[in-house]
Structure formats: structure tokens, C-alpha cells
């Protein structure tokens, strides 16, 4: 599925599309919504995306300079769908082709997601680890992003905040912690070494009786 050259409708039956023949994007308006579909070829940067996003929105919140996200000014757009290749065989992850991964549980359930969602256009679901996974560990892998309301984005910058703040709460108790950790330690080891002191005087004073009932005469 390639989209340099052709809009896509998003299942509407009327809609704006402009696509840029110099790379993998395709822009337009649906139901009064701005888009832009991008496709990632691969893993490195001038073919991934390469974005961060609010899980709770799905807002990009931060993108990589070199990649496809920053490339296409893809901050503070909301991821709101996806499109796998359709053939299993052509989907490959970091280490290689999807058909080829080690079996065990996490990669057979990708490969189950993925094998259900060939060729389709998938609406991106909060919360949908197989979604996440897909975003992060698939390609090839066509992306829709839309603009979203001014509110929307405001709330997801404030959302945003308020999870940095709490980020930093989580370090500073951890700071906290460590330090009392630490003022144990020390606690404890003042009180060995003061034991130790204790049972070395009483050593030196059992040997000291010891010697003395040695010398005295018989």
C-alpha cells in the first residue's frame, strides 16, 4: 500500500486531499478535520517516525529532528489510525521479518494482532497495547494524524503537565528514600562499630586477667 501518490477518502464520501510527490505524506480535510497520513518505510531515523505521544490523548507531545513526525510538523496532531501491509510476510520488525520471530508469547500475540489487522485501515484505540506495539515495533506502517480542537490540545498539554509533576514527586520520594537508606546505614554501622569496640575491651580485659593468673605465684 503506497500513498505518495494518491489520496485517500478515510471512508467519506467527500473530502479535500493534496499529497507531496517528495515524500510520504498525504494531506486533506475529512468532515472538517485536517489530516495527514504519513507512511514509515523502516527503523531508521529518515524513515520512522520517530514521536512522542500522550497515552491518555494520543496527542504527539514531542518529535525527533531528523525523522518523519518532525519532518511533516506532526506536533501536537493526534495519532487516529493505522494501516499494516497486506501480507504478513511483508511486516517487519528490529530484528527482521515478523514470520521469522522467535515464538513465544509476547511476539505470537503481535503476530496474531498483526495477521487480523492485514491491509485495513485500524482506528487507533487508547489504551490498545497491540495498537502501541504496532506503532512502535512494525513497519512498513501507513499513520493518519488529525488536528485536533484547541481544547483537546490545551487539556492534553495540562494532562501533560500534570503527569511531570507527578514524575517529579515519584523522584523526589525516591531522592527521600534514599537518603533515610542511607542515614540507616550509617546508624547501623556507628552501632556495629561500637559493639565491636565493646567486645574488643572486653577482650583485652579477659586477657589482661588471664595473664595476671598467669603470674601471680602458686
Excluded at 464520501?13 to 480535510?29: L, R
Excluded at 494482532?113 to 484505540?125: I, N, P, V, W
Aim: charged share 25%; net charge negative; with cysteine.
Amino acid at each position: 500500500l503506497i500513498l505518495r501518490h494518491h489520496s485517500r477518502t478515510m471512508g467519506c464520501s467527500s473530502s479535500k486531499q493534496a499529497s507531496d510527490p517528495s515524500s510520504n505524506v498525504v494531506q486533506g480535510v475529512v468532515v472538517g478535520t485536517e489530516i495527514k497520513t504519513v507512511r514509515a518505510h523502516g527503523f531508521e531515523l529518515a524513515d520512522n517516525f520517530k514521536f512522542m505521544y500522550d497515552p491518555r490523548s494520543a496527542i504527539i507531545t514531542s518529535c525527533i529532528p531528523g525523522g518523519l513526525a518532525a519532518e511533516n510538523d506532526l506536533q501536537n496532531w493526534r495519532i487516529r489510525s493505522f494501516i499494516l501491509p497486506s501480507r504478513l510476510d511483508e511486516i517487519l520488525t528490529e530484528s527482521g521479518r515478523l514470520t521469522d520471530a522467535v515464538t513465544n508469547e509476547s511476539n505470537s500475540r503481535l503476530r496474531s494482532f498483526a495477521d487480523g489487522a492485514l491491509g485495513k485501515e485500524t482506528a487507533f484505540q487508547i489504551g490498545n497495547e497491540d495498537h502501541a506495539r504496532a506503532l512502535r515495533e512494525l513497519r512498513p506502517l501507513v499513520v493518519t494524524f488529525e488536528q485536533p480542537t484547541g481544547t483537546q490540545t490545551l487539556a492534553s498539554a495540562f494532562e501533560g503537565s500534570r503527569f511531570a509533576l507527578s514524575q517529579e514527586e515519584t523522584e523526589l520520594q525516591q531522592v527521600q528514600r534514599l537518603a533515610q537508606e542511607a542515614e540507616e546505614a550509617e546508624t547501623l554501622g556507628a552501632i556495629a562499630a561500637s559493639q565491636e569496640d565493646t567486645e574488643l575491651q572486653l577482650a583485652l580485659e579477659a586477657s589482661r586477667r588471664d595473664m595476671a593468673m598467669q603470674q601471680s605465684p602458686h
